[in-house]
């Protein structure tokens, strides 16, 4: 679980409401660490198995994964070895860290132990 911290890089009220909403569905997942860096937010468990990138209208969620997503609300998806693959989704608002997401990101946090 991580403190209330917000990271200084999450300027917008968009980034930062959204930002919560996903640290809500990390806490319910387990232990993990945030890394601040210059650009983005790594959320740790070991290794990164996701990046928060902050937008001025909320922020690009960035998941490491074991398949491609295809789905609508998918905006990139890059293979990046035989196993791995970076999937992002635009989150504008709290409520778009739905449970079709959530499920996603669950994947991510499993996959990263």
Same mark, same amino acid.
């Given at each position: 679980?991580?403190?209330?911290?917000?990271? @200084?890089?999450?300027?917008?009220?968009?980034?930062?409401?959204?930002?919560? @909403?996903?640290?809500?569905?990390?806490? !319910?997942? +387990?232990?993990?660490?945030?890394?601040?860096?210059?650009? =983005?937010?790594?959320?740790?468990? +070991?290794? %990164?198995?996701?990046?928060?990138?902050?937008? @001025?209208?909320?922020?690009?969620?960035?998941?490491?994964?074991?398949? %491609?997503?295809?789905?609508?609300?998918?905006?990139? =998806?890059?293979?990046? =070895?035989?196993?791995?693959?970076?999937?992002?989704?635009?989150?504008?608002?709290? +409520?778009?860290?739905?449970?079709?997401?959530?499920?996603?990101?669950?994947?991510?946090?499993?996959? !990263?132990?």
């Amino acid at each position: 679980m991580q403190t209330a911290h917000t990271p @200084a890089i999450l300027k917008s009220a968009e980034s930062q409401a959204v930002y919560r @909403a996903l640290l809500d569905a990390f806490d !319910a997942l +387990g232990s993990y660490d945030v890394e601040e860096k210059t650009t =983005s937010l790594h959320i740790m468990r +070991g290794r %990164a198995f996701a990046g928060v990138h902050p937008r @001025a209208n909320g922020v690009v969620l960035n998941l490491v994964l074991d398949d %491609a997503v295809d789905h609508a609300r998918v905006r990139k =998806s890059e293979q990046v =070895s035989k196993t791995r693959h970076h999937v992002e989704f635009l989150l504008e608002r709290p +409520g778009d860290v739905d449970a079709w997401l959530v499920k996603r990101i669950s994947r991510a946090y499993e996959l !990263a132990s």
